[in-house]
């Protein structure tokens, strides 16, 4: 089976590497990405660890455009052989599949353009609308139709879109349509300082209900097959200071798979940043009242979403501060999180300087109803503070921080665990090529899981060769270590990484969006390539 993989990683990579980049007077350009595993029993996760039936999984990606001038056209081929273990996109009845993802033309002009296909975009903050592919998650959105935009100079710019949503490997029942305008008020006024603009945005989902569904949605108060979004914004910025603010709303709605009532929603979206030389001062505010919106009222799982609601805190890197992150409550949630950062520079040697960062976050749940005790609870908490130094050419260490009160319950119970976490990261650099890394960190806490430690060494020769060896054992209750070692191996524009581990069960997240991997232990072959 190892060589198995390691023949097709082979073919492929030399496949893209040789591929043709001019094709007549326009451009080819492409790229191919494989995420395979080989699972194996491991007794070590008890009943957690059994591999599965087929004990293979691998999710791939073909990507090919073609660009001549103004006009551009491209599609992408998924294959699931079948689809790793912890992607929803296995639970569907066609685990094993190959099939066309996207595809679409497109005619860009100065002022316009046009696009038939399969669309990806986003309005405003994404509270009513955004279509977007997440591998790492293991869902695409994106519209099936047709769109278009239109700039009126630099002062109006509006844009529309109608299609079908996919859902996985297939396509909601549902339609989609909505438009998004932007005026551009500094420029009107022929401010060069003040940049201020307002925009707006309406977006519809038409979908039949089935009256022989099991479910009485006319019992559930959703009469109309058409859901309505709308949404205002302001932006804001003059010398350094900034300020965006976003309102949405929508109609009644069932906001999840396992709603029962359907009901209105809102959010509130605020962002005040101001930047000054060395200083970086970011505060965000948000507020989800029942702002879940799903693409089908048919579908389930985190890719059955036609809005992005992702967790606006800090999102690590670190194992341990990254153990367990916030889940969005988007039912009902309240709060935010302020960011400072400060930057001491040394003029004398650009190799010298100070880093330091600052973060709070904090979120309730919005509704007295969301608790058992009738009021509001404490979701998530998290105060951090890192420090990274520059010692010279060579040396480079962080130092991080993180005090964590997270609730199990997402509020429904008054119960909420703390964690305290510390990292130490050291980079070492013996010349331009060759460089060594070092993490320690350390988790204490009385409850949930107990104490945990981890740790993480990488040696790496640029621009070439990368080797790493990671651990992350809990010291307290289960006693369990999760190892992981491997290498990877990058030329021109192909990349190739081998590992061994085992994984502990628990969140992923990509960019604050998150989905449920269980545990697991095998050998995983990555691969991308471009051309």
């Given amino acids: 089976m190892k060589r198995i993989i390691l023949s097709i990683a082979a073919v492929a990579a030399t496949f893209t590497a040789q591929a043709q980049i001019r094709l007549g007077e326009g451009q080819l350009s492409g790229s191919f990405e494989t995420n395979s595993i080989y699972y194996v029993d491991d007794s070590g996760l008890g009943d957690a660890g059994k591999a599965p039936d087929d004990k293979f999984g691998s999710n791939n990606y073909l990507k090919v455009d073609y660009t001549y001038g103004r006009f551009s056209a491209g599609l992408q081929a998924d294959a699931y052989l079948p689809a790793l273990q912890g992607y929803e996109i296995g639970q569907q009845p066609d685990a094993r599949k190959f099939y066309l993802s996207s595809k679409y033309i497109r005619w860009q002009d100065n002022n316009f353009s046009v696009l038939?296909?399969?669309?990806?975009?986003?309005?405003?903050?994404?509270?009513?609308?955004r279509s977007y592919e997440d591998r790492q998650l293991g869902f695409n959105n994106s519209l099936e139709g047709i769109s278009g935009s239109y700039r009126f100079g630099n002062y109006v710019s509006i844009k529309g879109m109608y299609g079908r949503p996919r859902l996985y490997t297939d396509y909601a029942?549902?339609?989609?349509?909505?438009?998004?305008?932007?005026?551009?008020?500094?420029?009107?006024?022929?401010?060069?300082?003040?940049?201020?603009?307002?925009?707006?945005?309406?977006?519809?989902?038409h979908e039949s209900l089935d009256k022989d569904d099991m479910r009485d949605f006319a019992a559930m108060g959703l009469t109309s097959p058409n859901l309505n979004l709308y949404s205002g914004r302001?932006?804001?910025?003059?010398?350094?200071?900034?300020?965006?603010?976003?309102?949405?709303?929508?109609?009644?709605?069932l906001s999840s798979a396992t709603s029962e009532e359907a009901v209105r929603g809102s959010a509130v979206l605020a962002e005040l940043g101001y930047n000054r030389n060395s200083l970086s001062i970011g505060g965000t505010f948000r507020m989800l009242d029942h702002m879940g919106t799903m693409l089908s009222l048919y579908g389930t799982g985190t890719g059955n979403a036609l809005n992005y609601l992702p967790a606006l805190t800090r999102q690590y890197t670190y194992m341990l501060a990254n153990l367990n992150p916030y889940q969005v409550n988007p039912e009902g949630e309240i709060g935010g999180q302020v960011d400072i950062y400060y930057s001491i520079r040394n003029k004398q040697d650009r190799h010298r300087y100070?880093?330091?960062?600052?973060?709070?976050?904090?979120?309730?749940?919005?509704?007295?109803?969301?608790?058992?005790?009738g009021k509001r609870e404490l979701l998530w908490q998290d105060i951090n503070v890192d420090v990274e130094r520059q010692w010279n050419r060579r040396l480079k260490t962080t130092l991080l921080f993180s005090f964590q009160e997270w609730n199990p319950y997402h509020g429904?119970?008054?119960r909420t665990y703390v964690s305290n976490i510390f990292v130490a990261d050291v980079t070492?650099?013996?010349?331009?090529?060759?460089a060594l890394r070092v993490e320690a960190q350390y988790l204490l806490s009385d409850e949930y899981e107990g104490d945990w430690v981890a740790g993480l060494v990488e040696f790496s020769v640029a621009p070439h060769w990368s080797v790493f060896f990671s651990d992350m054992y809990n010291i307290d209750k289960t006693k369990t270590n999760y190892y992981s070692g491997g290498f990877s191996y990058t030329h021109s524009r192909t990349r190739i990484q081998?590992?061994?581990?085992?994984?502990?069960?628990?969140?992923?997240?990509?960019?604050?969006?998150?989905?449920?991997?269980?545990?697991?232990?095998?050998?995983?072959?990555?691969?991308?390539?471009?051309f």
């Fill in 116 to 129: 038939v296909g399969d669309i990806f975009d986003q309005f405003g903050n994404g509270l009513v609308f």
């Fill in 173 to 205: 029942s549902s339609w989609v349509r909505g438009a998004d305008l932007s005026i551009s008020l500094g420029d009107i006024i022929g401010s060069s300082e003040l940049q201020l603009s307002l925009e707006g945005s309406y977006v519809n989902r």
């Fill in 498 to 530: 081998l590992s061994y581990g085992r994984n502990r069960a628990g969140y992923v997240c990509s960019g604050g969006v998150c989905r449920y991997s269980p545990a697991y232990t095998g050998l995983n072959l990555a691969l991308t390539s471009s």
């Fill in 428 to 434: 070492y650099k013996f010349n331009r090529t060759t």
């Fill in 354 to 373: 100070w880093n330091l960062h600052a973060n709070y976050s904090t979120y309730y749940t919005l509704h007295d109803s969301q608790s058992i005790t």
């Fill in 234 to 253: 302001l932006n804001f910025d003059w010398k350094g200071l900034s300020l965006r603010g976003e309102y949405a709303a929508k109609n009644k709605d």
């Fill in 412 to 414: 429904y119970r008054h």
